[in-house]
Nanobody, 125 residues
Framework: QVQLVESGGGSVQAGGSLRLSCAPSTYTSISTYCMAWFRQAPGLEREGVAAIDTDGVTTYAESVEGRFTVSKDNAKNTLYLEMNSLEPEDTAAYYC??????????????????WGQGTQVTVSS
């Protein structure tokens, strides 16, 4: 069982930046997983934000394209989400997820094997 731990959430004003991190709590190499970030705002469904596969190919939700960057550092065994030009609409709990086989670039929630507990991002206007 792989447990993922997110960090880096917080409160910022609109236009600000945050960087989220996600790492396994026990030793598991993330280099073999396709990984993604999701977010969930109160009263709304969890939605995909960005994903990165084992070859480093990335994909983004249209709402964050050009503002968010997903990356992973295999040496540090950590997934990142760099968020710039944050908007109040970005306020949500952010979750990282991992899929152990196959591509996850366009995968629905149920195809992911492991999830983190989430980190809150709040953007004020």
């Amino acid at each position: 069982q792989v447990q993922l731990v997110e960090s880096g959430g917080g409160s910022v004003q609109a236009g600000g930046s945050l960087r989220l991190s996600c790492a396994p709590s026990t030793y598991t190499s993330i280099s073999t997983y396709c990984m993604a970030w999701f977010r969930q705002a109160p009263g709304l469904e969890r939605e995909g934000v960005a994903a990165i596969d084992t070859d480093g190919v990335t994909t983004y939700a249209e709402s964050v394209e050009g503002r968010f960057t997903v990356s992973k550092d295999n040496a540090k065994n950590t997934l990142y989400l760099e968020m710039n030009s944050l908007e109040p609409e970005d306020t949500a709990a952010y979750y990282c997820a991992a899929r152990s086989s196959g591509s996850c670039l366009h995968s629905p929630l149920y195809e992911f094997d492991y999830w983190g507990q989430g980190t809150q991002v709040t953007v004020s206007s």
